[in-house]
Nanobody
Framework: QVQLVESGGGSVQVGGSLRLSCVAS????????MAWYRQAPGKERRVAAR???????IYTDTVRGRFTISRDVAKNALYLQANSLTRGDTAMYYC?????????????WGQGTQVTVSS
């Protein structure tokens, strides 16, 4: 069974950057999609970025051009480079191994890492 652990969150000022990491205890090669979701207090959990087995990626409109998702299958790791951060990026960020792409109900989740952006 795959287990995920996130790290790299923290508190930064507007315009700053963070690099989030997600390390899996098991082989993620058979997982069709890996994704980063985020959830702010009182808001629903939504996908920020997703990477497919082919290497193709998608981003939600608000992060496109600022965030970059990448994976290292050999290291069973997923990354999110987040640049030009805004206060709207403040949220708990979760790594997800999606057994069915785009369906979080069938995902394996990490515990989350907090990102706080202040002015």
């Amino acid at each position: 069974q795959v287990q995920l652990v996130e790290s790299g969150g923290g508190s930064v000022q507007v315009g700053g950057s963070l690099r989030l990491s997600c390390v899996a205890s098991g082989d993620i090669q058979h997982i069709p999609c890996m994704a980063w979701y985020r959830q702010a207090p009182g808001k629903e959990r939504r996908v920020a970025a997703r990477v497919y087995e082919s290497g193709s990626t998608i981003y939600t409109d608000t992060v496109r051009g600022r965030f970059t998702i990448s994976r290292d299958v050999a290291k069973n790791a997923l990354y999110l480079q987040a640049n030009s951060l805004t206060r709207g990026d403040t949220a708990m960020y979760y790594c997800a191994a999606e057994r069915i792409c785009g369906k979080p109900d069938y995902a394996i989740w990490g515990q989350g890492t907090q990102v706080t952006v202040s002015s």
